[in-house]
């Protein structure tokens, strides 16, 4: 990303941020080209995913491959749901975002994938879950998402 001004988190340099282990969006801190590789703050962790179009200053880019109905999370809070296939590295904004606020419509689908998140989550941080233990962590993610329920929702 030559000529973009970059951030240093622990001496190592990067171009957007996530601040929440659940993001699956981060925003971008300076303007992105098609092809740049940009490197992504979460919680201190790096991880570099390349841009697939220009993204302007303060947009949000894509941490994994998104559906459409899936939650888009920034900062730890659901903004909205994709309305279309959205790829790793991709810009999202009102072309393929809607918010899920002030709608009488539940969210797409209230089932918790806890596969499908163990996969998407694994895939941005780069890390690889043994076969052995996929079902064990699995497991323990549908119990903090029933738990997480619970205290952020307590009277549905």
């Known amino acids: 990303m030559?000529?973009?001004?970059?951030?240093?988190?622990?001496?190592?340099?990067?171009?957007a941020t996530a601040l929440a282990a659940s993001d699956n969006i981060a925003i971008v801190l300076a303007p992105?080209?098609?092809?740049?590789?940009?490197?992504?703050?979460?919680?201190?962790?790096?991880?570099?995913?390349?841009?697939?179009?220009?993204?302007?200053?303060?947009?949000?880019?894509a941490l994994v491959d998104l559906r459409e109905g899936d939650a888009l999370t920034?900062?730890?809070?659901?903004?909205?749901?994709?309305t279309q296939p959205i790829a790793r590295g991709a810009w999202v904004h009102i072309h393929n975002l809607r918010s899920r606020?002030?709608?009488?419509?539940?969210?797409?689908s209230?089932?918790?994938?806890?596969?499908?998140?163990?996969?998407?989550?694994?895939s941005a941080v780069s890390l690889t879950i043994p076969p052995a233990s996929r079902d064990a962590v699995?497991?323990?993610l549908a119990r903090?998402?029933?738990?997480?329920?619970?205290?952020?929702?307590?009277d549905e």
Request: contains cysteine.
């Open 2 to 15: 030559s000529g973009v001004r970059s951030v240093s988190a622990s001496g190592t340099a990067w171009q």
């Open 32 to 61: 992105v080209a098609a092809g740049d590789e940009v490197a992504v703050d979460m919680n201190g962790s790096v991880v570099t995913i390349t841009a697939c179009e220009a993204i302007a200053l303060g947009h949000k880019i």
């Open 74 to 82: 920034k900062y730890g809070e659901c903004i909205g749901e994709a």
């Open 101 to 108: 606020r002030g709608r009488d419509e539940p969210p797409s």
């Open 110 to 122: 209230d089932e918790f994938d806890a596969y499908a998140y163990l996969e998407a989550a694994a």
């Open 138 to 140: 699995a497991a323990n």
């Open 144 to 154: 903090l998402h029933a738990l997480a329920r619970d205290i952020l929702a307590p």
